[in-house]
């Protein structure tokens, strides 16, 4: 089409957008702000629902993006675009500038700073750690707390940083129930000997084969899923986690002393989304990430003509969803340059 078209964020989006975008026979520039493509992609190590490695996806997306109509530029960071008689101009951190016939916005999210819930002391003790820690020590094969030992009894709190007015976001961020689902049997089937407990306020398993997942690692891996808020996690003198629960399915007060404690963090727009967002005037929601012009029928249209959205720059999705996403993001840049012409 004689186009160029820029994508911002070299995540799953992205590369799938800037393939597809290129497969129609647009030039495409893929700006990615970190050394590597890939984004969260590459923080996790098998994936659900059927825990195949995530690496397969990711060279599924490295030989989307090989095509010689995509130039790839990472540790690139756009900070600012604007729009002229021409299209766009996009600057990046550098100085850089590069120039747009269109825009796809693809530029993700970051997980929920586990720190900003003191209670649950992660930065202050060791063995409070992350679902994206977890996942690190999953592909090193080996789960071990700070002494290099292994841990015998290890908790999962879920909503950390979603569904929290205290720390501004009422939404839920839809994949981390899955994703504990996912750990703790992980964390059963390297050590055999341990006891897993999941702390949850409700149980969200809304996608294709997260139930059957919610039902194994009950019935073949006897992981305890106990319904209630953790309100504090402290350290005793020999370094186990105390951690006090409200149950609220029993309708009392818990005590229980762990090894280990996995704080599921949630999704929030990304900084990267955030500062494009401030600089431009592109809209956003209630719950900060992009909004689209409509969620039901343009959920890829952004409030400027020749902006699009993919991923989960405009809420929580997982990778099924986000490809889906970058898709529809794609027809609707076709339609935008069809219509033009028109
Ligand atoms: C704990 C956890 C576990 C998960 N596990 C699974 C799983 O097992 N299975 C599954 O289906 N889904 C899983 N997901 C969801 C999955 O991670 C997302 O669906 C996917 O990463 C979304 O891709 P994305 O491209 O929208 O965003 P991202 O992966 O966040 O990519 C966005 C990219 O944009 C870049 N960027 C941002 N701003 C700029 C800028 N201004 N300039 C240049 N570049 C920029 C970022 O550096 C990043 O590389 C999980 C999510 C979480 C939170
Ligand atoms: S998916 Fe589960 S853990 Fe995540 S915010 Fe929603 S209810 Fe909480």
Redesign the pocket.
Known sequence: MNKHIVV???????MEAAGQLAQAGFAVSL????KET????ND?YK??PDRRNSSEVRDYLKNKVSSKNIEILTG????KLHSNKDGFLLSTRDGTELKADAIVV????D?FKSSRKEEYGYGIYDNVIT??DLEAMFSKGEITLNNGNSPKMIGFVHCVGSRDEKVGNFYC?K??CV?AV?QAIEVREHLPESRVFCFYMDMRMGGAHYEELYREAQEAWGVNFIRGKVSEISESINNKLVVKIEDTLAGRPLKIELDMMVLMAG?EM?E??S??AEQTGLKTGENRFFSPEDHHYANNISNIKGIFYA???TAP??????ISHARSAVSEVINYFNNSRA
């Open positions: 911002i964020g070299g995540g799953t989006a992205g700006v990615e702000k970190e890939g984004g969260h992609l996790w994936l659900f690139t960071y756009i900070e693809a530029t993700g999210f997980l679902s994206k961020s994949l981390c994703t996912k999704m990304s990267g989304g500062k494009i991923g989960t720059c999705m997982n990778i099924t969803e986000t």
